[in-house]
């Protein structure tokens, strides 16, 4: 029987690498369909569903950065 289970490191690189590309996304678009206010001086909702989103995808490429340093210290053992 084969072994099908995926290398150590794999799904923190492509759970990661998902939030990482989707996260800016999907803020923009929640800041889109949220709008914008009119008033000087508050902060802008746009602005701020984008810094969140942001924040979130840089957590996500920093899994995805941990799964890939997990994933070539398993194949460098592994020699």
């Known amino acids: 029987m084969t072994d099908t289970s995926l290398p150590p490191g794999a799904a923190a690189i492509i759970f990661g ?6 996260a800016p996304l999907t803020g923009f678009l929640g800041g889109t369909i949220v709008g914008s ?30 799964g890939a340093l997990r994933w070539n210290r398993a194949n460098h053992d592994s020699h």
């Open 17 to 22: 690498g998902a939030v990482a590309l989707f």
């Open 37 to 66: 206010t009119d008033r000087a001086g508050e902060l802008d909702p746009l602005f701020l569903w984008l810094f969140v989103g942001m924040i979130v995808g840089g957590i996500g490429g920093v899994i995805a950065i941990l």
